[in-house]
Nanobody, 129 residues
């Protein structure tokens, strides 16, 4: 099973940007759809964005659409999330996980693949003035 190491988080002012990365370990990245998820203290985990195996199909939560961009570089075992125009409500720990599909069904970015269990440490984004 794939596992991920997330990085790139930090403290940023509202309106700022961060480039988050997750480095994949294990087999199967090339044919796996990948999602970014986030979880703030006291809140449930939520799906943010996903990208299919080829990188040609993406999907986003309404809360981040137009501000975040997901991309992947399979040759470097990396999936990225470019975040822009950050808001205080984006403050969360961000994680990568496999998803069952991306772009095929409404809301398919919302849940990780049921078989995925190897959650990483995440990377923390804090948006504050």
């Amino acid at each position: 099973q794939l596992r991920f190491v997330e990085s790139g988080g930090g403290l940023v002012q509202p309106g700022g940007s961060l480039l988050l990365s997750c480095l994949a370990f294990g087999d199967g990245l090339d044919y796996s759809a990948i999602g970014w998820f986030r979880q703030a203290p006291g809140r449930e985990r939520e799906g943010v964005a996903c990208i299919n195996d080829s990188g040609f199909s993406t999907s986003y939560a309404d809360s981040v659409k137009g501000r975040f961009t997901i991309s992947r570089e399979n040759a470097k075992n990396t999936v990225r999330l470019q975040t822009t125009r950050l808001k205080p409500e984006d403050t969360s720990a961000y994680y990568c996980a496999t998803v069952s599909s991306c772009g095929l069904r409404h809301g398919d970015f919302e849940k990780p693949d049921p078989a995925f269990s190897s959650w990483g440490q995440g990377t923390v984004v804090a948006v504050s003035a």
